[in-house]
């Protein structure tokens, strides 16, 4: 009845395997190999016209894109809703889940794409690179995926990503020193959806980005000890798989460093 095309290393399909655990549904998992880009095989892409994960297909219907599919499920499946009852904190909600779409997403892709993917990029032929990077549909996001595999981390998405990364820690901070969750006392879409974001970091060992923001600190702790976390996102990150991302993440932590301080 649920099926779900995900990768383990997504932030957007681990947002919606994090709703599946609170919701306690049974679900079946396709993998989708996004570094042998099935994602763009036109198989997949008559599923997700888009060419990424995850797609969500619920009785035989597919639904796309990672926050209309959480707002789907939780619609679908309303016992322990996380959308707010009330409608201004439900705004509030709404508004986090499309700063994450417009740019806190995009800003992980341009830190993950230097350190993860160009490298295997970089071992294909200039045209078979240039062959992968114009099938991806969507111009914006096929542009900066050509910038990031030219320029890796000096790429001038990067700086903006850490920009606009620093500033979503800075105004998660303020909402944290007024209530529990993102957007009140009760966790909800909103924390599902800005988690993943936090792995990002966890995994290339730049906690320190939120080093003067103890209200982030203990929120992500929390969302990490939750049994959704571990089993949706933790439990795909073997030791092994953590220790290979530090590694990659500590020397691009000096870039990622630089830009932060040149922001003050
Ligand atoms: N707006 C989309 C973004 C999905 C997305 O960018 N997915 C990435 C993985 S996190 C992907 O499939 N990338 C494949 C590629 O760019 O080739 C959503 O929220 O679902």
Redesign the pocket.
């Known amino acids: 009845m649920i099926e779900l095309y995900t990768?383990p290393?997504?932030?957007?399909?681990q947002?919606v395997r994090i709703l599946l655990a609170e919701k306690n549904l049974q679900w079946t998992s396709h993998h989708?190999d996004?570094a042998q880009?099935e994602?763009?095989k036109p198989e997949y892409l008559k599923l997700n016209p888009?060419?990424?994960?995850?797609t969500l297909v619920h009785n035989g219907k597919p639904v796309?894109?990672?926050?209309?599919?959480c707002e789907y499920l939780d619609d679908s499946y309303p016992e322990h809703s996380l959308t707010p009852e009330d409608p201004y904190l439900r705004s509030k909600m709404r508004f986090w889940l499309k700063h994450?779409?417009v740019k806190l997403?995009?800003s992980?892709?341009a830190l993950?794409w230097p350190i993860v993917?160009r490298p295997a990029m970089l071992q294909k032929s200039p045209e078979e690179q240039q062959r992968l990077l114009d099938m991806?549909p969507e111009k914006p996001?096929r542009e900066r995926?050509k910038r990031l595999v030219k320029m890796g981390l000096e790429a001038p998405d990067v700086i903006d990503a850490v920009r606009t990364y620093r500033k979503t820690i800075l105004d998660m901070e303020e909402a944290l020193k007024q209530h529990e969750w993102v957007v009140g006392d009760e966790f909800s879409l909103a924390d599902v959806c800005l988690a993943p974001y936090f792995q990002t970091i966890y995994q290339f060992g730049w906690q320190d980005i939120y080093q003067d923001c103890p209200h982030v600190a203990v929120w992500f702790q929390k969302c990490m000890d939750r049994t959704s976390y571990q089993q949706a996102v933790t439990s795909d990150f073997s030791p092994e798989t953590l220790t290979d991302l530090r590694a990659k993440g500590e020397p691009a932590w000096e870039v990622v460093s630089r830009y932060l301080k040149e922001m003050k």
């Open positions: 990768h290393m997504s932030p957007c399909a947002k989708v996004l880009k994602n763009l888009l060419g990424v994960v995850p796309i894109e990672s926050s209309i599919i994450i779409d997403h995009p992980c892709g993950q993917m991806v996001r995926q």
